[in-house]
């Protein structure tokens, strides 16, 4: 699709004119019809000075014709309006990320005092899978190695973690978050088993919690998605990936338990859409109800 110069010109001599607009914008978008057909098409000034003429092959013209008068018919449908939802409709619940910062500081100091808790508590492949220790892809969650591993995982809750809070409430969250994060490690030692994998630290529930945000964008963007393209429906999906990527990849260390990142991650995406899911059905049947009612009332 291109607009018209002495080149072409002889050749849309040969082409049927399928449509005529005002502007060169309003021509393009009714050529990108034309060209979702798989049909060629050329855009072509006429006599008249700002009137640009849409052309394409006489054979195809007939059928172009109709799908740009249906395009043109779906235009004019009107759409009912979305309603409008505060993103953040609960607290942060810092009690909630209080209680959870003590558990952690709580459990590293008692990590000091007893070094086997650790080994005890860890989440390990062989632990969980081969000796059926069901505990550790949750303990594991409140361990960490050293004084920056459990700052920075308190930073990165106290964000994502009061994030969830606001979107969702600040205990279902939280226990969102974990459960996330305990799924994480256990696909973890599933995947890596019957190899010895041992990992530490709350990132896999911090990534859970990243992935419930992108699950709830997600499935927001879906319930308004009204001819939006699916680049931008899946953009809050992608953006979180990409985030993943910066922060959670890996370290030069080696020391990264990035399958845990990735796989706590999904997790949180998939409760995250699930919850979207179920939060559209619930307002549905409620209104659904509140009409009956209002007709009932009404009778």
Same mark, same amino acid.
């Given at each position: ?189 599933? &995947?890596? !088993? ?7 630290? $709350?990132?896999?529930?911090?990534? /859970?919690? #990243? =992935?419930?945000? +992108? ?12 001819? &939006?393209? !699916? ?7 992608? $953006?979180?990936?990409?985030?993943? /990527?910066? #922060? =959670?990849?890996? +370290? ?48």
């Amino acid at each position: 699709m291109s607009e018209t110069n002495q080149d072409t010109a002889g050749h849309a001599e040969n082409l049927a004119e399928v449509g005529k607009y005002p502007t060169l914008e309003q021509a393009h978008e009714h050529g990108l019809v034309i060209l979702a057909m798989r049909e060629p098409c050329l855009i072509a000034e006429t006599e008249t000075p700002g009137q640009y003429s849409l052309q394409a092959e006489p054979a195809a013209a007939p059928q172009i014709a109709s799908e740009l008068q249906a395009y043109e018919s779906e235009k004019e449908i009107p759409r009912p309006a979305l309603p409008e939802r505060e993103m953040f409709r609960f607290s942060a619940g810092w009690e909630v990320y209080g209680i959870w910062m003590l558990a952690l500081v709580g459990a590293f100091i008692w990590q000091q005092s007893h070094p086997s808790f650790a080994e005890r508590a860890a989440s390990s492949s062989i632990g969980l899978i081969g000796h059926g220790e069901w505990w550790r892809p949750f303990t594991a969650l409140f361990l960490h190695a050293d004084v920056p591993h459990l700052i920075g995982n308190l930073l990165s809750g106290l964000f994502f973690g009061t994030l969830v809070s606001r979107t969702i409430g600040a205990w279902r969250g939280w226990a969102l978050i974990l459960a996330c994060g305990t799924l994480g490690n256990v696909l973890t030692s599933a &995947l890596t !088993w019957p190899e010895d994998f041992t990992s530490i630290g $709350a990132s896999t529930a911090v990534f /859970g919690a #990243l =992935g419930v945000l +992108s699950g709830l964008g997600f499935s927001a963007m879906l319930r308004a998605r009204l001819h &939006l393209p !699916w680049a931008k429906i899946a953009a809050p999906v992608l $953006a979180r990936i990409i985030l993943l /990527g910066w #922060l =959670g990849g890996g +370290s030069e260390s080696g020391n990264t338990d990035v399958l845990g990142h990735v796989f706590g991650f999904g997790s949180g995406i998939s409760a995250g859409i699930l919850i979207g899911a179920l939060s559209q059905a619930t307002a549905s049947t409620g209104l659904a109800a509140n009409t009956r009612e209002e007709h009932g009332g009404l009778a």
